[in-house]
């Protein structure tokens, strides 16, 4: 190999570029690789996977804990049940407290005693039987072992759980935070399953009233600021439940008030979880199988451009090494030894780049997984099984790598240099191809990342049918809706300011009415709101009847599922409560216009009386420091530094939230993008290198026989140029392809006009000439005198 590296540090263009090149993409190949393994054999670990199945609705994960334990009772197929809850909340030990991070899933899992009879998490202290088999007991993490004390054996000590009260229904408080619990097990760190990873403690159901602050009752459809309550069912070997499913869909639309008639019953496998429609991903860790294609699609593209760029660097340095091979044979080397040592030499480079992208990938691994929203952990990762893997896929690019350039040079003869008659020339058709191809994917991957921004830009400011410019929402400390209001109206940039309670239009609070109309339960949203909030959203009114203190405003969709006519002139609530109708408003969109249009209720006050609770909507100026004086506001109030976001914000920002997920799909392709564009970059400079160097000589003769640096630099730019026209003819279309395929999953959309084909392929198209421009200037401006020595 001393041959090959003496090569290389004289090449040092040629390694940087190839070395880079690979090194990144088997950074990103070794980043996805553990992810999507992650993603794909989440809980299968358990000894029972098979035969654990979680249920839920068609749409939703949910049940209510009473309701498992009445459906093992009617199933004898059913084995056990462990209902699981996740919280918020606060975990104290004498003075030393754990609490929620921002963005974090509840740090508190309340579950069943049958917890970890169904589940094989691992436990280092304490014994699995017992470990809840009491309400006063608990089982915490290493993680919070170590946090809350240190080297000391936590089991026997005790603990308070403060679950945070966010919710309490009817006039009975049972949340208690005065209640002790006593440590009896230690537990690893929740790691490769689809339950919150960040959960420190887990506590019994018995007691999930006294930590969440309410009971989980049969007429309402309960949920926590972490998710709902889910029931997973272990099933006896080979049996199933479908044949089930009326009977429990007939028991739960009896006795549960709140159960959706229409909603069908299903039972989701636990390894099936991470991808399932229903997982919402509260309370549960979400996959995305389209996230996933995306990912890698990006870093086959990228590592297509690394061994692409190998292969063309190296069939066009082969003049360098085709006198090394020719005189190999001359020492009795035989073709298939010398094309074995070129796989080698490019299979120790792979290796070498692999190495070093190992090295990388530990070291971003947590940002990736934060933009991937997910997890990778490659140190716990490494087994014999992925050792195996990672040697094989080494050896495997190292020979797709290799082959093509080992044939290359190792067909020169000996009889070439024993004459002095050796000489190398190529037409460069091979890298033409792969320039062509790599722009192609560079024009798809571009057009992809603009049209996303588009289409995002287009779904956010889209029109809901009310207000959303310079409005804020304003959510008050209980209690302190008057206080807040004060200090609002002294702020010069605002405008007005609305009272409202019950749902908001961003749906970032939420109240529901249940009506029953011909035996048909109608789930309708509802808001109170005074005058000035009404007028600050702008909701446009199809038909008046009148505003009166107390009447109500229907949307049109509620007036069709109520059955109403447009002349009904009285709501009635059920249970003897009736309120006049003021009039009918033209649909709108909560949220983001991609939802559908809800029945709506908007009850009318003149004005909130004092005191009660209320939050506050500000129409502003347009003033662009408003939100941070609003957030100042609650910072002054002592408000959690991670809370400010919920307290106050712009509508903009709610509706923007909710495209969360196609702002992450735009941040993966435009990184892997800008990756792709790099990459393509180093390759066009060693190309253009190669390409000026054996033109050299061309160059100086046109030179001589009057041709103008400027003519020759239009004459090399036309010939390196040629390749990149013909992938615009080919991407073009591909690009449109996949893109209104993928803009067809919108209801409301924007079109794929041609200017966006004809930016990327410009902004291409300056990219590569760029690259490769200080080259071909440079060798214009050589002395042709220079020149034409050279060969």
């Known amino acids: ?56 609705y068609q749409d939703i994960f949910y049940m209510w804990p009473q309701a498992a334990e009445e459906i093992k009772s009617m199933c004898p197929e059913i084995e056990k049940t462990c209902c699981v809850l996740s919280q918020n909340g606060r975990i104290k030990h004498g003075q030393a407290e754990v609490k929620n991070a921002e963005n974090e899933h509840g740090i508190i899992m309340l579950t069943d005693s049958t917890f970890f009879s169904m589940f094989d998490f ?269 040697l094989g896929f080494i050896l495997l690019l190292g020979i797709i790598s290799g082959v093509l350039p080992s044939w290359h040079i190792s067909r020169f003869q000996p009889i070439d240099i024993v004459k002095g008659s050796f000489r190398f020339h190529s037409k460069m058709v091979l890298g033409k191809i792969f320039i062509i191809l790599q722009n192609v994917v560079t024009v798809t991957m571009l057009t992809a990342a603009l049209v996303i921004w588009l289409q995002l830009n287009h779904l956010i400011h889209a029109p809901l049918g009310f207000n959303t410019e310079n409005i804020y929402s304003i959510y008050p400390p209980f209690d302190k809706s008057g206080e807040v209001r004060n200090m609002l109206e002294k702020m010069p940039f605002v405008e007005e300011i609305g009272a409202l309670n019950g749902t908001s239009l961003t749906l ?128 002054k109030m002592d408000i959690p530094e991670e809370q400010l976001n919920g307290y106050a914000n712009s509508f903009d920002y709610f509706i923007a939230e909710t495209f969360a997920d196609q702002q992450n799909t735009l941040k993966i392709i435009t990184l892997f993008t800008f990756v792709a564009i790099i990459i393509s970059i180093m390759g066009f400079i060693g190309m253009s290198l190669f390409f000026i160097r054996q033109r050299q000589k061309e160059i100086g003769i046109r030179k001589i026989m009057g041709s103008t640096s400027h003519e020759v630099m239009m004459l090399m730019l036309r010939t390196f140029c040629a390749p990149l026209l013909v992938s615009f003819i080919i991407a073009i279309p591909l690009s449109w392809y996949i893109m209104h395929d993928w803009l067809t999953n919108f209801s409301y959309r924007i079109e794929l006009k041609p200017w966006i084909f004809i930016i990327t392929c410009i902004f291409a198209l300056l990219v590569a000439v760029l690259s490769v421009g200080l080259q071909i200037i440079k060798a214009a401006r050589t002395n042709p005198a220079e020149s034409i020595k050279t060969e």
């Open 508 to 635: 970032y609070s939420n109240s529901m009415s249940t009506i029953k109309r011909d035996g048909k339960d109608i789930h309708i949203q509802r808001s109170m709101m005074n005058k000035k909030a009404f007028d600050i959203l702008g909701l446009k009114i199809k038909k008046d009847f009148g505003a009166t203190n107390g009447g109500v405003y229907l949307n049109e969709e509620a007036i069709r599922q109520l059955g109403y006519t447009e002349d009904t002139r009285e709501i009635d609530w059920g249970r003897g409560e009736k309120s006049p109708i003021c009039g009918i408003l033209y649909d709108f969109h909560c949220v983001n216009v991609l939802k559908e249009v809800e029945p709506f209720a908007i009850i009318y006050l003149e004005e909130f009386k004092e005191p009660s609770y209320y939050y506050l909507i500000a129409k502003t100026n347009g003033d662009k420091k408003a939100l941070a004086a609003f957030q100042d506001m609650f910072r």
């Open 122 to 390: 691992e436990l280092t202290e304490g014994d699995r039987r017992t470990a809840l088999d009491a309400p006063d007991k608990c089982v915490i993490t290493e993680r919070l072992a170590k946090s809350l004390f240190g080297d000391k054996n936590p089991i026997g000590e005790s603990l308070q759980i403060i679950g945070d009260h966010n919710l309490m229904l009817g006039s009975e408080d049972p949340y208690d935070s005065t209640l002790v619990y006593t440590v009896s097990a230690v537990a690893k760190n929740l790691d490769h399953t689809v339950l919150p990873n960040e959960t420190q403690l887990i506590a019994s159901m018995q007691r999930y009233p006294q930590i969440m602050g309410f009971q989980l009752q049969n007429e309402y459809f309960a949920y926590t600021g972490n998710g709902t309550p889910k029931a997973f069912f272990q099933l006896h070997p080979g049996t199933s439940l479908d044949s089930k499913i009326k009977v429990i869909q007939d028991h739960l639309s009896k006795n549960y008030s709140s159960f959706v008639d229409h909603s069908k019953v299903s039972f989701t496998p636990l390894t099936d979880i991470m991808f399932a429609p229903q997982n919402k991903g509260m309370g549960l860790l979400k996959g995305d199988k389209m996230r996933l294609r995306i990912l890698l699609a990006a870093v086959l593209a990228i590592l297509f451009f690394a061994i692409t760029n190998y292969i063309n660097l190296t069939v066009a340095n082969t003049g360098f090494r085709a006198k090394e091979m020719a005189t190999r044979k001359l020492f009795g080397s035989n073709q298939h030894q010398i094309s074995l040592k070129l796989v080698a030499e490019s299979t120790l480079l792979v290796a070498i780049s692999f190495a070093i992208g190992l090295v990388l990938a530990v070291c971003f691994q947590d940002d990736v997984a934060n933009l991937f929203k997910g997890k990778i952990d490659l140190i716990n990762d490494i087994s014999w099984g992925t050792l195996s893997v990672c």
């Open 1 to 56: 190999m001393k041959s090959y590296f003496r090569f290389l540090s004289r090449n040092k263009l040629y390694t940087l570029i190839n070395v880079a090149g690979l090194v990144i993409s088997l950074m990103f190949i070794i980043l996805i690789g553990d992810y999507t393994w992650r993603q794909y054999s989440i809980d299968s670990w358990h000894k029972h996977a098979d035969q654990i199945s979680l249920i839920g």
